[in-house]
């Protein structure tokens, strides 16, 4: 019993010093300093690799601080048993991926975010603002309505619905310019055929004009006198 006793209380001490951690950790990130909370939060996720909250909040200390590799390695070391903050580390990585410019892998995990939880506001803006850079400007109108359909009091609401408007006259320009271009090609299609119409044409007259005409490939005159070997 006494046994037991002394492994209770030794991991009771030892979880209560990886709450103190991920506490201190805590205040200094809230207070915007992360370079005085990253060590904690380090020290909190190695005394508890279970603490989610801990994973998360040293992945944003690692953004904060430049260090986006280790933020990617944190946040995707913890998805896998985030539980109900997996929308939260998924849109993170979304963050990350983007800040990098690699589009790809960004909308990937701002679909899974929402795919965690269909009313995760920041991860449609996020995936709206991804699939601008890639033209996908349809299915980014669509996200940035569902985004302010969440968030109605959102102080970007104005931006969002002018950015919005400016999509659908880029979507409706772009129309315009296909169907021009159509036009455009098929006219040049119609020319081109006249054109190889024309001349089909007039080489068929110039060779029925030739044919009373001899070559005299076709006809041996005859030759009289004698052949001279020397």
């Known amino acids: 019993m006494k046994k037991a006793l002394i492994v209770i209380w030794l991991f009771q001490a030892v979880f209560c010093h990886a709450q103190s951690n991920f506490t201190r950790g805590e205040e200094l990130l809230m ?10 939060l380090e020290r909190a996720v190695s ?3 279970a603490h989610v909250k801990a ?21 995707r070391r913890i998805l896998p048993s985030a539980g109900s903050l997996s929308a939260n580390v998924a849109n993170n990585l979304g ?11 960004a909308e990937r995990y701002y679909t899974e975010a929402i795919n965690f939880n269909g009313r995760f506001s920041g991860a449609y803006l996020g995936r ?13 109108i669509t996200d940035y309505e569902q985004y302010l359909f969440l968030e109605p009091s959102s102080a970007q609401r104005a931006n969002i619905e002018r950015l919005i ?13 296909r169907q021009m271009a159509e036009e455009e090609a098929r006219r040049l299609a ?17 060779a029925d004009s030739s044919q009373g005409l001899s070559t005299g490939a076709d006809s041996v005159e005859g030759y009289e006198g004698e052949f001279i070997l020397e």
């Open 55 to 75: 994973f998360l909040y040293l992945g944003i200390v690692y953004e904060q601080l430049d260090r986006i590799e280790q933020a990617i390695t944190i946040y």
């Open 128 to 140: 709206a603002n991804t699939r601008i850079k890639t033209g996908n400007f349809q299915n980014a």
């Open 47 to 49: 005394e508890d690799p």
């Open 95 to 105: 963050n990350v991926y983007f800040q990098r410019g690699n589009t790809d892998e």
């Open 165 to 177: 408007a400016l999509l659908r006259q880029e979507e409706a320009t772009a129309e315009l310019r």
């Open 190 to 206: 119609e020319e081109r055929q006249k054109l190889l119409e024309s001349v089909s044409a007039s080489l068929q007259s110039a």
């Open 31 to 40: 207070q915007n300093k992360p370079a005085e909370a990253v060590g904690f």
